[in-house]
């Protein structure tokens, strides 16, 4: 039984109360929003065999991010991977999509999976074309075994293109960068080739039922999404999100849960109609944004032209920020990049919890600004997303341990600190009890 | 006759002409902005003697960037400042603000006005506290002579915090923070220890006079602005904002430009309301925000957490936009510092002018794509923000010369780059004319 299917027969699973305890929120919330295809507990079955630890993603919980790894054939190997796998759980990354397309991709796979306290998605296509020669080679057949073996082996959640069908290629043709998405692509040749339907959507329930067998949920691929701004929210993206809609009913239909995959490259001020229209068009189910990127200009600090977009997206209500790091269109990342990367949404998650006003979510920024006030140096470090980056660049003009306790940094040197002179002035202020006679009533004090 | 009053007689200057040239508008348009007080051309008249290319700050031109250097007591000296200088104008910093608190204040600014290209700004109340033993110790008359002293040497604007007023301090005793900003600070312990109103309000219009005379503009310090998210819009913030618009209305009367300096540290969800907030209580002059930073967890990263504040207030109508860099909250910035900062903004004035349709603001982006798209890599590096970065980025994988011509790099390899696939793609298709009947007619193409 899938955590879907489990949730509409009001059962309480345990993967369900382990979210609950999480995200402080009671047990039948949780339940009622899987059962209502709004959130999602990407937990294979197999994986919980090992060492997974459950988690929700969904409009009512805290937003989460996803870190992209995986070698190329250019690139990296299975250790490699592994200290990517690493740094990116270690700075806080909820779930991680292994996208290996070079090497032995099941081992690098099996590897991850036993590793991964955190749910591990993959896009199967990608093994599919490894083991052909050319794009037409590929097979509704082969890719069946695939997807059957990776599901068997533990993968929490799939990328499958099956939105993009044959009437939607020839949208793309005015477009700059024509197809981005790497599934996209590849289906589109297929269908071009052959003059057929995508294979992943003509036989969209059979793949629904190994899915449903395993409890492995749907990320819709968004084969379409834009690759620059300037084909942003154009026909060929909506015509496939609509696809994507109607595919999210007939899986949720069979019991297997699903979340939908959403662009890309967007200008600021069309990333909350998008993400609104795909929450409406998806029936609420869970918006799984990658950036988006929202300007072209900046290869080499793409971790930051999309945690601009991620952020606004992620206040909007998206669900899943996946992440894009400094070496997007120029590479395959490396452990530092991913680093950068991840920090980078964890900051977009979080200012995203803040501004939608969960509850607590700024009690850590509070926290963090009372050790500011208080020149707690090595309290305000240890709350920081990243402590050895904020110690390492304090440290840098400031290194002797005296400084630990200085009222000052070296910004303002002790005489201009704004925080140091604040106290200061109280401390003359409680002295001067004249003053207050000048402070008009009603004024006094934050609400 | 400064800017502003030559707008308002309708007279047209070189400054105007310059501007208007460079934002590709018409020189009516731009005099017809001054004139109404929404936009500003900081131009010393001694600064145009030197180098000075001037630029426009306003609603109705492109989004502009400040870049803040300047040594502190314990860190820097001449030459690091000038080297920051040209880091920060070499990657596209609009504006520079001279923030020095150490060594000789008069020769550091000295250096600066000779050699920038772009309009200086200043703190003048740094150089008064540097030069008494205590923050009690600051007179009017010092401050007047200071003033007039860094007029004279060309600096093009000057940051003056005659909003803080005396009855304001105690608005912020509950805060986490308390004042963050150096100028608000100093002069909310002066007005404590001497039970006396701010002396830049009490004789602002003597100040206005001496701005009047080298056509320096004001940019009205926000000295309550909020130091973390808890702190945020409260009332002492907003009462200062009120004062900040009576000031703004008494400086274009006398003939000076304005603009109006503004938070901070904000969440999401109330920067759209605050830039509106200023630009009405402010009658529309140029809002310059520092930031905002969305979170306050993440030290050592402040670049990323301000840049999305940023381009969301750079969205909502903001004029310049001051960076952070990767050091705020922890050390002054270094060169590197500088130029992260630097790029993290021109990000966020990008990607906002991109927002708000401005004529020709997504050329850029969509020249960069096409070059993506073409697999010209060099040109992809040239028109990037930072060339370099890009091209070391890509190069740390495949340094080859030979790679510079590839149609992949090594995040997919050359089977797996959904750009070429689209390519052959196409190639496939322009051979296979059955597939244009299953294309419904009237969604071909994008608009």
Request: hydrophobic share 40%; proline share 4%; glycine share 8%.
């Amino acid at each position: 039984m899938t955590q879907l299917e489990a949730a509409r027969k009001n059962i309480i699973t345990p993967e369900m109360k382990r979210v609950a305890e999480k995200e402080k929120l009671t047990q039948e919330f949780v339940r009622n929003e899987i059962s209502a295809g709004r959130l999602i507990i990407p937990a294979n079955i197999n994986h919980l065999k090992y060492r997974l630890d459950p988690i929700g993603i969904g409009i009512g919980v805290a937003c989460k991010i996803n870190a992209n790894i995986g070698n190329s054939s250019t690139t990296s190997d299975v250790n490699c991977e592994l200290v990517k796998l690493h740094m990116a759980v270690h700075y806080g990354s909820d779930t991680v999509m292994d996208l290996s397309t070079g090497g032995d991709l099941d081992k690098i796979r099996e590897a991850m999976i036993r590793q991964s306290t955190v749910p591990l998605g993959t896009v199967p296509i990608y093994q599919a074309l490894s083991e052909v020669e050319k794009v037409e080679d590929l097979s509704w057949k082969m890719m069946r075994d695939i997807i059957e073996k990776q599901a068997r082996q533990g993968v929490d959640y799939f990328t499958i293109h099956a939105g993009v069908l044959k009437r939607h290629v020839d949208l793309t043709k005015n477009r700059i960068t024509g197809i981005v998405s790497r599934g996209g692509a590849i289906l589109a040749q297929w269908m071009l080739a052959h003059n057929e339907e995508n294979f992943l959507y003509a036989h969209f329930d059979e793949i629904s039922e190994i899915l449903r067998a395993y409890d492995v949920c749907y990320s819709l691929g968004d084969g379409l999404r834009p690759g620059c701004l300037a084909d942003a929210s154009d026909t060929a993206q909506f015509a496939e999100l609509d696809t994507l809609g109607e595919l999210t009913a007939r899986a949720q239909a069979m019991g297997v849960q699903v979340m939908v995959e959403g662009p890309g490259h967007i200008p600021m001020d069309q990333i909350v109609m998008n993400v609104e229209r795909q929450q409406k068009v998806c029936h609420g189910a869970p918006s799984y944004v990658l950036g988006p990127v929202v300007t072209d200009i900046a290869p080499g600090y793409d971790h930051i032209t999309s945690a601009i977009g991620a952020t606004v997206a992620g206040t909007a209500g998206a669900a899943l920020l996946c992440y894009v790091t400094p070496a997007e269109h120029l590479g395959l990342p490396d452990a530092e990049d991913v680093r950068q990367g991840v920090i980078a949404y964890k900051i977009a998650a979080h200012a995203s919890d803040v501004a939608r006003h969960r509850p607590g979510a700024r009690e850590r920024d509070d926290q963090i600004s009372r050790e500011r006030f208080a020149f707690n140096w090595e309290r305000q470090f240890a709350l920081a997303l990243d402590p050895e980056a904020a110690k390492t660049k304090h440290d840098s003009t400031l290194p002797q341990e005296g400084f630990k306790d200085a009222s000052f940094c070296s910004m303002c040197g002790p005489k201009f600190c704004a925080m140091k002179i604040t106290k200061d002035g109280r401390a003359i202020k409680s002295s001067s009890p004249s003053l207050s006679s000048v402070i008009p009533e009603g004024v006094i004090g934050d609400p």
